[in-house]
């Protein structure tokens, strides 16, 4: 399932390599190497999905799990580009794989002619092998110029998914709480004015769920240590826990059975403008916020929270 391989796949890969270094089948990885250094740029490029693998009946396994469900409140015009706003990022952000990485929910069906792009960080695909497992799983670069390739070179009907919040929103990542790293996340903004691209605002209800984190408390070695991977590396090593592997109720690797839903709201309008002013970016910035915080409102009480329950934007 996703959360094993996405776990263990990328140590694998590094074991992989080691060996093919140590091995008499290192030329293997020479000749990889040369074709790596050709392909670099292909995450920034639109990536390389495998329709098949998008397909694969171990997804739908995994969908029903927890279970994931995708919930569409409007049509998106096939016509129409768009960058969606996933939230929370969670410790793995398991909804935004399932909805968008994978068919499993019906995607193709809810919104026909669209073609999902989620991102991720670049670094992840600096590891050989383990970068070519994310492009066949669908994913691409969450740069700038990543972002702007997708919606500029791919005609109509593209739909970039980005988890705003980031690493940083990682480590706010609680149990019955709704805290979103947004006030100062402007860039997808700017992005969507650039290309003329519509902003939509995406909540999954029980992605904090799955994954309960250690709490470290502020100034503590331990919190000190999160904060300066997440400044050296790019994400911050949450240390989190699930269920045993037999029992429920005995801490272990897998994620809990919590249901994930996840909304897709209405989309915001955005006009093309080559470069946009600090102003225009505040405005779409707002209306985004406004837009996201009306979709949770609305649909809280339906997923299980309490009408007191609010988004926390820091």
Known sequence: NYFSSFGFVGPLCFLLITWLVCSSLWPLLALYSVWLVADWKTPERGGRKSVWMSKWTIWKYFRDYFPVRLHKTVDLDPEQNYILGYHPHGIMSIGAFCNFGTDSTEFSLLFPGLKPYLTTLAGNFKMPFYRDYLLAAGMCSVTHSSIDYLLSHHGHGNAVVIVVGGSSEALHCRKQSHILTLKNRKGFIKKALINGSCLVPVYSFGENEVLYQYQFADGSWKKN??????????????????????????????????????????????????????????????????????????????????????????
């Open 225 to 314: 240590m999160q904060e300066m991977f997440q400044q050296w590396i790019g994400f911050a090593p949450c240390v989190f826990y699930g269920q045993g592997l037999f029992s429920s109720t005995s801490k272990g690797i897998l994620p809990f059975r919590k249901p994930i839903n996840t909304v897709v709201g209405k989309p915001i309008p955005v006009p093309k403008i080559q470069k946009p002013s600090e102003e225009q970016v505040q405005k779409y910035h707002a209306l985004y916020i406004h837009s996201l915080t009306e979709l949770f409102n609305t649909h809280k009480e339906h997923f299980g929270l309490q009408k007191s329950d609010s988004l926390i934007l820091i």
